[in-house]
């Protein structure tokens, strides 16, 4: 069997399917809602830093599941349904 290169797209649909679960594992850990924060008081700054880590794991998700989907709106409109072409 032949294995395709990587490319943008395919990365995109693996941050999107893979990542959301690693990115929840600290969470889950040692996050500020896990049974480690009963017994440990999170002060001012490492709670932003919490906040700023959802934000980017946030983010990142975002950007990966709007490119993939963006790749295949695309891809069915200029390619792959020949009477999508006909529609104004």
């Known amino acids: 069997m032949m294995r395709r290169k990587w490319s943008s797209v395919g990365f995109a649909y693996l941050v999107a399917r893979y990542f959301a679960t690693l990115a929840q594992i600290p969470l889950l850990l040692i ?8 017994s440990h008081n999170y002060s001012l ?10 934000g980017v794991v946030s983010a990142i998700l975002i950007v990966a599941l709007d490119a993939v989907l963006i790749a295949r709106g695309f891809y069915i409109a200029e390619i792959g349904l020949p009477s999508l072409r006909t529609l104004p």
């Open 31 to 38: 996050g500020p809602n896990s049974r480690h924060s009963q």
């Open 45 to 54: 700054h490492e709670c932003r830093l919490w906040e700023i880590y959802r």
